[in-house]
């Protein structure tokens, strides 16, 4: 015999279908992400595979946790609504313990890695892995420099360079050194800072975007299985119906209390 609303039952059962929906949109994303980022160059930013491992496991956590809900409500199942219980209070606190300050520092972002980025300068004069992963980068986003070609100062690497068919499209500028009497370079007009910035926040706010939405998720599952789990505990408890009680009833008419048939 059912002990559990069916009502209720439908709804938690299409909350953890929803929910699951949501665990692969995020797999999704991370993978498109990961795409998107190795065809601009990206796979070299800093953090770029722990954010992606960091989707791929909530994806996955997500869609698990769905599954054990979905199924406890179908069995009615005591034991998995209660797992499910705790796995919504403690994904809603974890979410809430990320998404806050990341939500937060969002802003400072940008700030902090152009400091980051103009500590390496110059880069003629960094470390040969800053270099390589300059050049890389250069290279596959077509662009010179983090925030100018100047940033080689006398060394353009030939990762700057445009070819004749980039020079006619207006992507390219032309740069020398007379003193040196070295001839002018054909070299990429963007600089390549503000193109891994927009890799970077995107990721950022991909990741703000799902741990908002899966603490929301999560509260309401809360709520949902909590009362799931009451009404598994108290089966013979009866429904309470609403009702108006007999004090707001409208009284019968004066007249028809002290109206007295005729005695015949």
């Known amino acids: 015999m059912a002990q559990v609303n069916t009502c209720l039952k439908r709804t938690f059962t299409i909350f953890n279908i929803f929910f699951a929906i949501v665990g692969g949109i995020i797999i999704a994303l991370a993978l498109l992400s990961q795409v998107m980022t190795n065809v601009n160059g990206g796979d070299n930013l800093e953090g770029r595979t722990t954010g992606l491992l960091v989707l791929y496991i909530v994806g996955s956590v997500t869609m698990v946790i769905a599954i054990l809900g979905a199924y406890g409500a179908h069995k009615e199942s005591k034991v998995c609504l209660i797992v499910f219980l705790v ?18 520092a969002r802003p400072k972002l940008e700030g902090m890695l152009e400091n980051k980025f103009r500590s390496l300068l110059p880069l003629d004069e960094a470390s040969d892995e800053v270099k390589n992963m300059a050049e890389s980068l250069q290279t596959q986003l077509h662009c010179c420099g983090l925030f100018s070609y100047e940033d080689w100062e006398q060394k353009i690497p030939d990762s700057c360079l445009c070819n004749q068919e980039e ?9 020398g050194y007379t003193l040196l009497m070295q001839p002018k370079k054909s070299v990429y007009i963007k600089t390549c800072f503000p193109i891994i910035m927009y890799y970077v926040l995107l990721v950022i706010d991909i990741m703000i975007g799902v741990v908002f939405t ?37 009284p019968p008419p004066k007249y028809q209390e002290l109206h007295n048939p005729p005695q015949y």
């Open 87 to 104: 796995c919504m209070v403690i994904g809603s606190l974890l979410m809430l313990r990320v998404g806050i300050p990341a939500a937060s």
């Open 167 to 175: 020079e006619l499209e207006g992507k390219c500028q032309s740069v």
């Open 214 to 250: 899966l603490a929301v998720l999560a509260l309401l599952g809360m709520v949902l299985s909590s009362i799931m789990i009451h009404q598994l505990r108290y089966p013979d408890r009866p429904t309470v119906l609403l009702s108006v009680p007999a004090i707001f009833t409208t």
